[in-house]
């Protein structure tokens, strides 16, 4: 079965170190991956996406076709980047059968 | 322009019961999808609709049902109630497909009892 795992439930940083929060998928095509941020007391949404190669607020994704990654980086942490943080991939990408989304890592950075 | 709305915010029911969430949005999106959120589990889906008259079952679409009849609208609804039920509830929507961006709602917090 097709999934998108996310090794660490909890991940504390200081203020000014850098951050990577990994995800790795098992989809053997060319996958749509995302990365979806959830501030406290505030609805999930996008951070951003494979497709579109941006940055927002400092963090960029690579995809690793060889490693199957899609880790999520950060140079210099902010105390407001401390939020969960959920990788996403539809499984297929015409097919509206099911969007998987990993556990979730749970970010912390310490001022 | 609110976007995507769930009511009500949270909820504790007995268990057997019958509940009914709420989901509605207002950007005309084709898609409209329902999550479970759990603790370590990240999360799941439930059931989706492509466009208004369509459903399909997601990943966990047990105890579960939902009806799409206009675009705007997408309720979820429990027949009855068991404590594994007990969860975080989000409906989104997206223009179209799951290859789009999804739009989620805030959220209902729900407690069987």
């Known amino acids: 079965a097709q999934r998108v795992t996310q090794p660490e439930k909890l991940l504390s940083v200081f203020k000014g170190a850098p951050v990577e929060l990994k995800c790795n998928y098992s989809?053997?095509?060319?996958?749509?991956l995302f990365w979806y941020v959830q501030y406290s007391r505030q609805r999930l949404q996008l951070l951003l996406r494979?497709?579109s190669r941006e940055s927002i607020k400092g963090f960029t994704a690579d995809l690793n076709k060889g490693e199957t990654s899609f880790h999520l980086k950060k140079p210099f942490a902010q105390e407001e980047d401390s939020a969960m943080y959920y990788c996403?991939?539809?499984?297929?990408?015409?097919?509206?059968?099911?969007?998987?989304f990993g556990p979730g890592t749970s970010l912390s950075v310490i001022p | 322009i609110a976007g995507i709305t769930q009511a009500p915010t949270s909820q504790i029911l007995a268990a057997g019961r019958r509940m009914t969430l709420r989901c509605t949005q207002d950007?005309?999106?084709?898609?409209m999808y329902w999550y479970r959120q759990d603790l370590g589990l990240g999360l799941r889906l439930i059931h989706y609709s492509n466009t208004a008259g369509t459903t399909g079952k997601g990943e966990v679409p047990d105890g579960y049902s939902v009806s799409r009849a206009n675009t705007d609208d997408f309720p979820l609804t429990l027949a009855s109630a068991v404590p594994s039920q007990t969860s975080v509830y989000f409906c989104?929507?997206?223009?179209?497909?799951?290859?789009?961006?999804?739009?989620f709602g805030p959220g209902t917090r729900l407690t069987v009892l």
């Open positions: 989809y053997s095509g060319s996958p749509e």
């Open positions: 950007m005309r999106h084709n898609a």
């Open positions: 494979h497709i």
């Open positions: 996403a991939s539809p499984t297929v990408k015409t097919s509206y059968d099911k969007v998987i």
């Open positions: 989104a929507s997206s223009d179209s497909g799951l290859g789009d961006t999804q739009y």
